[in-house]
């Protein structure tokens, strides 16, 4: 009886050892391509108040005019974390390039200039621009599907933290060479004119999936999708991120 009993502590004192999940520290690169959206609007054009001096500074609103579409932005991330079992807890910066979108909102005459010889139009194209720059600092906790003999692991997991975002909208008015003077005379601003910038910081979150191809115990290759959010300066702003990564396990 003293033997079965002395067997019993043995295994029990045993077996949380034997079983317990063991903590893996990893560090990992990606490279992300990055398709942004916002329900933020681009700059509106009023030809009336551009054809008046007196309120050809008020001939443009920012975030009025039509909806927006940001070129494929790319971004760099750093990640480190811990493994414990199933499930990773993550540490991630990813430093992004800015989204941009540029538009025609107008060309055509931009105004009459009354001459001697009768009118004369001063034809104008006008585009606008806007940049967003977005940089993200994230805490994120994922969970690994661990597939019996096989080298791929898919995991699901989601993320909190915060965002900068450096935002600048301007607008640029291009007049025929022979029309910049009699323009200026008019009080048609010539050239590039910011209409917003500023760089804010909010709050974010994230989802994300993918699978993961382990080469060796050490090194394994990362491939994910990610939807990162936020509100800024009242707007929805999202990304559908692609990322492509590397991983090593200590």
Known sequence: MKNKLALFIAAALIAPSAFAAEITPYVGLGL????????????KFDQTKAMNPATIG??????????????????????AGIKYGNVRGELEVAIRSASEDDYEIFNGTLATVNTPFGQVPVPGEIETSTSVQHNSYMANLYYDFAIADSNWTPYIGAGIGFGTYKQKATVEIDLPDNMEAVASQMGIPVGEMTVADDTLTEFEWQVGLGATYSFTEDWALDIGYKFNSSTVADEFVYAHELKIGARYLF
Do not use: P, S
């Not at 992300?32 to 933020?40: E, I, N, Y």
């Not at 008020?58 to 990640?79: K, L, P």
């Open 32 to 43: 992300v391509v990055d398709k942004a959206g916002t329900t933020a609007k681009r700059v």
């Open 58 to 79: 008020q001939a443009f609103t920012a975030n009025a005019g039509d909806d927006m579409d940001f070129d494929m932005a790319y971004a760099g991330e750093i990640t």
